[in-house]
């Protein structure tokens, strides 16, 4: 039976990716919306840059290098996240170099059509490149979680659409893809970058720092209380563990 290649190197690269660092972080940029190119549409989100400043530098200094381009989405669960920033995608699978991880900034809540940052379960300030949608309100679960997931921006407009399309796309283990059936997934059919949820680019659109005025971003308020047990049913400290996602395409590929 034929192996899968490419879908092998895409689950190696999210099984080390996010332990490989680079230079010093940027502070210089500062700006509000930006726009999010994707293969599948494009959608437009509202950064906090004044209520979570460290952490909205941090992601417009990968926007600005021009990280994000060419990196696809390398997690989907249904009504829950939609998960990319760490991975790009050539001909292969390559991790992109990240930078200095940042404080944590657990202000507002992780509801729905929000962007909050990923971390390494069991270490609060350890947010680099990559970032995740909440498809619903997770506000229970990941308000607490590993010191709270910072969210830093929401969707705007009519942008959940495209949001919403990518969560229903058929996965291989949990990458979204496109044209490629559970059954060449079972069988480690290879895949290409056709088949995959491409962020082409992300740009910024508006720099005005108070553009996000006239929004209303729901706090975090749980943030104070005692995270619970990290086997409870809410949701394990390591669910944006990469390994998670390794396991699951080998035992798929191994067939």
């Known amino acids: 039976m034929k192996s899968s290649?490419?879908?092998?190197?895409?689950?190696?690269?999210?099984?080390?990716g996010l332990t490989i660092a680079a230079a010093t972080l940027s502070t210089q940029a500062y700006?509000?919306?930006v726009e999010f190119q994707t293969s599948q549409g494009s959608?437009?989100?509202?950064?906090?840059?004044?209520?979570?400043?460290?952490?909205?530098?941090?992601?417009?200094?990968?926007?600005?290098?021009?990280?994000?381009?060419?990196?696809?989405?390398?997690?989907?669960?249904e009504d829950f996240i939609i998960q990319g920033g760490g991975f790009s995608f050539?001909?292969?699978?390559?991790?992109?170099?990240?930078?200095?991880?940042?404080?944590?900034?657990?202000v507002f809540s992780n509801v729905a059509g929000t962007i909050a940052m990923a971390?390494?379960?069991?270490?609060?300030?350890?947010?680099?490149?990559?970032?995740?949608?909440?498809?619903?309100?997770n506000s229970a679960n990941l308000d607490l979680q590993n010191g709270g997931f910072a969210v830093f921006?929401?969707?705007?407009?009519?942008?959940?659409?495209?949001?919403?399309?990518?969560?229903?796309l058929q996965t291989c283990g949990e990458i979204p893809m496109v044209d490629y059936s559970e059954q060449q997934c079972n069988q480690g059919e290879d895949a290409v970058r056709a088949n995959l949820v491409m962020i082409n680019d992300i740009i910024v659109i508006d720099n005005d720092p108070n553009s996000a005025?006239?929004?209303?971003?729901?706090?975090?308020?749980?943030?104070?209380?005692v995270e619970p047990d990290s086997d409870s049913d809410s949701g394990a400290a390591w669910w944006f563990a990469p390994l998670a996602l390794l396991v699951a395409l080998r035992r798929r590929t191994a067939r």
């Open 119 to 137: 971390k390494v379960g069991g270490k609060v300030n350890s947010a680099t490149s990559q970032w995740f949608f909440n498809m619903s309100d």
């Open 31 to 33: 700006a509000t919306i």
């Open 90 to 106: 050539d001909e292969q699978a390559e991790p992109i170099v990240t930078q200095t991880p940042i404080i944590n900034e657990p």
């Open 43 to 77: 959608f437009q989100v509202n950064l906090f840059d004044q209520q979570t400043p460290a952490t909205v530098a941090n992601f417009l200094g990968y926007v600005e290098r021009g990280d994000y381009q060419s990196t696809y989405v390398h997690r989907s669960v």
């Open 213 to 225: 005025i006239d929004l209303t971003p729901v706090e975090n308020t749980l943030i104070d209380e």
């Open 153 to 168: 921006g929401q969707v705007i407009g009519e942008g959940m659409k495209v949001v919403n399309a990518i969560n229903a």
């Open 5 to 16: 290649r490419a879908i092998t190197r895409l689950a190696s690269c999210v099984a080390t």
